[in-house]
């Protein structure tokens, strides 16, 4: 069912918005915005991979802050180090995403966990990286996809709308997406396609993760920090005894 609920919401809080601000706010404001939310919009759909399945992924900021540090010191500026940058970035994430799902699927251990200490890995491994200073700067074709406009709708919201779409047609419209919704459903589902799909869901988000970070490096770069707050406050808390939850014996594969 297509979710008239959610956007309902959204055009809700785009009316009181524009009510509290007693009408101050221009639609240039608004598509402002949304150039500046692209890179969390992005992010977040490779966070809804993972949520589709019962998991969930802390090591986003980690991963982001990483993509942005690494594709500056490769790009230096420069537009013909893009494509290199992009791969060294790709790698990377795909190689993070790896790690959490084998360990996730294998040992059996709790995502929130896994995903927490990844993040601090990483943390530690681009500070060892930049040796506490970061190189390097954005090559100016990236920059002009971050930063750019074509007539009053930015370039980055284009690719935001246009990622939604593919993700949408994924989830609702191929046997990916269905086997998807089929793990959430029935916990005993074949270990072994349970084990692929989590390898798969994990380098999946990352790479929209990569993708996020790449194509919006100076909105991005800004995200992180506001990320690792939340994920600092989080380890201070006892580890989680929450079990699965447990669903009707009477369920049936569809």
Request: hydrophobic share 55%.
């Given at each position: ?18 009510a ?6 221009s639609?240039?404001h ?5 150039r ?6 992005v992010a ?5 991979i ?5 998991g ?18 490769v790009?230096?500026g ?7 940058a992009?791969?060294?970035?790709m ?16 040992f ?11 993040s601090?890995?990483i ?5 060892i990286y930049?040796k ?9 074709g ?9 007539g ?13 779409l593919?993700?949408s047609?994924?989830?609702?419209h ?7 919704a089929?793990?959430?459903?029935r916990?005993d ?11 798969r ?6 790479c929209?993760?990569?993708s ?20 600092r ?12 939850p ?6 049936r594969?569809?």
């Amino acid at each position: 069912k297509f979710p008239f609920g959610v956007y309902l919401l959204l055009v809700a809080v785009i009316v009181v918005f524009f009510a509290a601000t007693q009408g101050t706010i221009s639609p240039a404001h608004l598509m402002n915005i949304v150039r500046q939310s692209a890179p969390l919009g992005v992010a977040a759909m490779g966070q809804t991979i993972v949520l589709l399945v019962g998991g969930i992924d802390l090591s986003v900021g980690a991963t982001m802050s990483m993509v942005n540090l690494v594709a500056a010191s490769v790009m230096g500026g420069s537009d013909a180090q893009i494509l290199p940058a992009l791969l060294i970035c790709m790698a990377l994430c795909l190689l993070v995403g790896l790690l959490n799902g084998y360990i996730i699927a294998t040992f059996k251990m709790q995502p929130f966990l896994v995903t927490m200490a990844m993040s601090m890995i990483i943390e530690g491994g681009y500070y060892i990286y930049t040796k506490g200073i970061a190189k390097g700067s954005i090559a100016t074709g990236i920059r002009f996809i971050s930063e750019g406009w074509i007539g009053i709708v930015p370039i980055a919201a284009i690719i935001w709308l246009v990622i939604w779409l593919v993700l949408s047609v994924v989830l609702h419209h191929t046997p990916y997406g269905h086997r998807l919704a089929a793990i959430r459903m029935r916990p005993d589902f074949p270990a072994l396609r349970a084990k692929r799909s989590s390898f798969r869901r994990m380098c999946s988000a990352h790479c929209w993760r990569a993708s996020a970070a790449c194509c919006f490096p100076r909105i991005s770069a800004r995200l992180p920090r506001a990320w690792a707050r939340i994920i600092r406050s989080t380890r201070s808390l006892p580890p989680s005894s929450a079990a699965r939850p447990s669903w009707a014996a009477s369920a049936r594969w569809r």
